[in-house]
């Protein structure tokens, strides 16, 4: 068995997954603070698997409360290599009709908190390329995942990641449809560039859940709206999510698992002892 872990970040009903056999709850420190839970050890179709409630079990985070960070230094020091988030979205543009899925391929950045969306800092300076924000060869095994089980899913897009926790206003919604944007949510933008800054491969399941308010003739989104099509979307992510794993490789060695190899600029004999302690899980191939 590959001892590199597989990572799921996604709402509670996620972790009931058939054959998610060997769970146990661990407690995880953080130089970061406290990740949003435990994370849920287990096996799941013979690979190691790691679990994390993103809002916490019971749903009491909110989307700008994440600790980014912590979420993503804990899966890092439990040797997770790869990372498939599933998160509700609002979709902006018709083709996307709630139960779809949208592998998106893209973020447009509307939060105010670049500095938690980063682990470096207090010394040392990394800028790592994040053109494609998306691990594209797990999009890809998704994609095939959803295309043999004849689920509804959509091969790329663009994910506006707001800061909530209201939903849109109209004039807000209606903008970024006629932009051409493809979906909304609150919450993967920070997960996607930890990961990075982790060299952690990650994808987005995109689950949509409604047409946010842009679309005159549906009523516009509301909690018992999102509620009622999460659980359909849960059972279409548990079935990808179980019919994909088998097809990770064991080994990490796609070019997201070699993020940081020309993105730190300060010189290794100036990297501050406290700094290089907290980040030693992200730097330790490089001391």
């Keep these: 068995m590959s001892s590199h872990r597989i990572g799921i970040i996604g709402g509670s009903g996620l972790y009931n997954l058939e054959g998610f056999t060997r769970q146990k709850w661990v407690k995880v420190r953080t130089p970061f603070g406290d990740p949003s839970d435990e994370l849920l050890t287990g096996e799941l179709q013979g690979r190691e698997v790691v679990f994390l409630p993103r809002h916490a079990r019971g749903h009491r985070i909110l989307p700008s409360e994440l600790n980014h960070r912590a979420n993503l230094w804990a899966m890092k020091k439990l040797g997770v290599a790869w990372i498939i988030s599933v998160s509700a979205v609002g979709s902006l543009q018709k083709r996307y009709k ?24 207090r010394g040392i300076v990394a800028h790592v390329a994040f ?52 979906v909304i949510g609150m919450t993967n933008l920070g997960e996607a560039k ?94």
């Excluded at 998106?104 to 980063?118: C, G």
């Excluded at 548990?238 to 990770?248: A, C, L, M, S, Y």
């Excluded at 730190?264 to 290089?276: G, H």
Aim: overall charge negative; proline content about 5%.
């Design 98 to 121: 709630p139960s779809d899925i949208v592998l998106i391929d893209q973020f447009l950045d509307r939060t105010k908190q670049a500095l938690n969306h980063t682990f470096f800092g």
């Design 131 to 182: 053109a494609d924000p998306i691990c594209e060869e797990l999009r890809l095994l998704l994609f095939q995942s959803a295309r043999r089980l004849k689920a509804r899913c959509h091969n790329g897009g663009t994910y506006v990641n707001m800061e909530g926790p209201a939903f849109s206003t109209r004039a807000e919604s209606t903008a970024n449809h006629k932009a051409g944007l493809d």
């Design 194 to 287: 930890c990961a990075r800054e982790a060299e952690i491969a990650y994808s987005t399941m995109a689950m949509i859940t409604d047409y946010d308010c842009w679309k005159t003739d549906e009523a516009h989104v509301t909690v018992d709206m999102v509620i009622q099509t999460l659980h359909r979307n849960i059972a279409a992510a548990k079935t990808v999510i179980t019919d994909v794993i088998p097809h990770i490789p064991a080994e990490p060695s796609w070019p997201c698992h070699d993020a940081l190899r020309n993105a730190i600029m300060t010189d290794r004999s100036l990297w501050p002892l406290k700094t290089r302690r907290e980040l030693q899980p992200l730097l330790a191939k490089y001391l």
